[in-house]
């Protein structure tokens, strides 16, 4: 498959259906918590609207650039590393120790007998 009908089968395909599907979520938990009574703005820790200091737009504005500018990344952003291999491979080891520390697969988060492994 060549890159244009990936694309298009990203822009075309994906980005709808994703959207049909947080629609489909957002009407399931708005019926069955509708009727938990809740404050109708969200205040952050100064006691301002995120919506009116711009966090929420803000985020949405970002994910959709990121979204537009590295549309190639995409299809592989969950087995690639982004970039020449130098901080982000270390980084990487760091989740996957902190993954099977978490699962219980492996020691402490603080030490380790494995360095740098695998």
């Known amino acids: 498959m060549d890159f244009t009908s990936k694309l298009i089968k990203l822009l075309f395909l994906s980005i709808p259906l994703s959207a049909l599907f947080y629609y489909a979520l957002y009407r399931i938990y708005k019926h069955f918590l509708g ?15 995120v919506w009116r200091n711009g966090s929420v737009p803000a985020l949405g504005v970002f ?3 990121t979204i537009l500018y590295f549309p190639q990344y995409l299809g592989s952003i969950s087995t690639a590393l982004i970039g020449t291999p ?10 996957w120790w902190g993954f099977n520390v978490i699962t219980g697969k492996m020691g402490e988060f603080a030490s380790t007998k494995f360095l740098l492994y695998p």
């Open 35 to 49: 009727s938990i009574p809740t404050k109708t703005e969200i205040i952050n820790q100064h006691g301002q609207s």
């Open 63 to 65: 994910t959709g650039l």
């Open 86 to 95: 130098e901080d982000n491979m270390q980084n990487l080891w760091n989740f």
